[in-house]
């Protein structure tokens, strides 16, 4: 069974980092793209980035741009996402999926979502 399950959230505080991890079991993460996204309370779910099964980031939200990278250990079969100079804004549940194509965006691209992991930034 396919599963994917993030890891690395918590608490912190503004201009901080934060490393999430994402490891699956029953798929490997670089048969297709796989990806970062998060919601934030009353807001709708938005794309982070994205890294194809080649290793190309192939997209970054404007807002994380600069401050987040998407990364991947195939070694470890596992997904990570550095987030550096953290801000209040960037507060919401992260989530973890991985796509059953190789491409960032469209309808039913991702198949297999996390419960996902909470980051929280004070100002």
């Known amino acids: 069974q396919e599963q994917v399950m993030e890891s690395g959230g918590g608490v912190v505080q503004a201009g901080e980092s934060l490393r999430l991890s994402c490891t699956a079991s029953?798929?490997?993460?670089?048969?297709?793209?796989s990806g970062w996204f998060r919601q934030a309370p009353g807001k709708e779910r938005e794309g982070v980035s994205c890294?194809?099964?080649?290793?190309?980031?192939?997209y970054s939200a404007d807002s994380v741009k600069g401050r987040f990278t998407i990364s991947r250990d195939d070694s470890k079969n596992t997904l990570y996402l550095q987030m550096n100079d953290l801000k209040p804004e960037d507060t919401a549940m992260y989530y973890c999926?991985?796509?059953?194509?190789?491409?960032?965006?469209?309808?039913?691209?991702?198949?297999?979502w996390g419960q996902g992991t909470q980051v929280t930034v004070s100002s």
């Open positions: 029953g798929l490997t993460f670089d048969d297709y793209t």
């Open positions: 890294i194809n099964s080649r290793g190309a980031i192939t």
């Open positions: 999926a991985s796509a059953v194509y190789d491409r960032c965006s469209g309808d039913d691209v991702y198949a297999y």
